[in-house]
């Protein structure tokens, strides 16, 4: 609820659980406006956590915030900490979040459907780590609370990485699902959009053959219609579909007489080998040639380098340009006509062009006319601050604060902010 002014203060653990990695942090707000100190771990979450037993998922969050604790805060402290959970959550509190399904692949059993607060704490529990969980949040909106902390400009927050999603601030006045809260109605709450799943029904956005495959084999079937489109996990598998096809295509047959049994591999190219493609600097594209021969030893002819550096082109660029639809309907919907967006993610910061492509898009749908040389875009996509270590921090100090102060609205347990 509401905005960082910059001085918030203070030191905080934040437990970030992306797609790919998991991350502990110990943030420090500092006393100068707008600064802090950080200290982070990373650590890999392996593939087989991503499936089957949740226990073992909770069990390895611990053992990591542990480890953490025990080399960076040996004081028995109990610091207050932000969990960054990037999933579809419905949250009645902050100390709350029930998982609606999983997204990005994920596919562990037991969650959907419950608060994952209580099976997160309990794994902690069992190791005494000296941890109180101030706020569950979303990435997006972690993106956007800390890029407001050093930019008060700062409108949106997006992820564009293993996932695509955005979050903003609406007025609680106009969210039907809070009515009986009874907050004023201009007080500010941050909405996690979950984009990823607009259009769903498949009435909106015209689908190729090769997103039909991707829906169809994911372990979602149905879901995150719009992020199977944008994100980096989908990114190189739309890529591979499509080659694959045009090597069976017999009016086309790239690849003839070779051996593509690696690349018929699903989810064998991830989005660095696109980016890769589109950013191979030579004219003979001698680099995507040799990434071919390594990764797939396959011999590639001129004309099926240029296919496939045009192909890269068509998937990057609809990714880009999707992702600035978002961005527009929600300055549309809050009538924002000039306000930064920060954005953070792998495709975000990696991939070629991302940045520029969505930049044009934005000024074709929200009509800026001819951009005119050194003019500045009304609404620029920036570089985020890191939303899930900084901006989960951020709302722990924000909830903090409001506890304190006695305003306990959305608050499930206010005992354990003492
Ligand atoms: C997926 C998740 C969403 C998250 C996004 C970026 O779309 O459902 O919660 O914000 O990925 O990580």
Known sequence: MGFPDGNEQGKYLALDMGG???????????????????????????????????????????????????????????L????????????????????????????????????????????????????????LINDTTGTLIASAYTDPT????????????????????????????NLPPDTL???????GAFDNEHVVLPRTPYDITIDKES??????????????????????????????????RIFENQDIKALRKAYTLDASFLSAIEEDPWENLQET?????????????PAELELIRRLAELVGTRAARLSACGVAAICKKKGYKSCHVGADGSVFNKYPHFKAR????????????????????????????????VGAALIAALTLKRVKEGNLAGIQHPDNYK
């Open 289 to 301: 040639a040799d990434i071919f021969k390594t990764k797939l030893n396959l011999d590639i002819t």
């Open 358 to 389: 969505g930049a044009v898009a934005l000024r074709e749908i929200l009509d800026w006319g001819v951009k005119k040389p050194g003019e500045k875009d009304p609404v620029e996509i920036l570089a985020a601050e890191d939303g899930s270590g």
């Open 219 to 252: 372990p979602r079937p149905d879901q995150q219609a719009f992020e199977k489109m944008i994100a980096g996990l989908y990114l190189g598998e739309i890529f591979r579909l499509v080659l694959v096809d045009l090597h069976e295509d017999k009016d086309v």
């Open 80 to 135: 207050p900490l932000g969990f960054t959970f990037s999933y579809p959550a419905t949250q009645n509190f902050i100390d709350h979040g029930i998982l609606q399904r999983w997204t990005k692949g994920f596919d562990i059993d037991g969650v959907e459907g419950k608060d994952v607060v209580p099976m997160f704490l309990n794994a902690v529990a069992k190791r005494n780590v000296p941890i109180k969980l101030a706020a």
């Open 20 to 78: 790919t990695n998991l991350r502990v942090c110990e943030i420090t707000l500092t006393e100068k406006k707008s600064e802090f100190d950080i200290i982070q771990s990373k650590y890999k979450m392996p593939e087989e956590l991503k499936v089957g037993n949740s226990d073992e998922l909770w069990e390895y969050i611990a053992d990591c915030l542990q480890q953490f604790i025990e080399t960076h805060h040996k004081d028995d402290n109990h």
């Open 154 to 181: 700062m409108r949106i927050g997006c992820i564009f990485g293993t996932g695509c999603n955005a979050a903003y601030m609406e007025d609680c006045g106009s969210i039907p699902k809070l009515a009986d809260m």
């Open 189 to 195: 709450m941050g909405i996690n959009c979950e984009w």
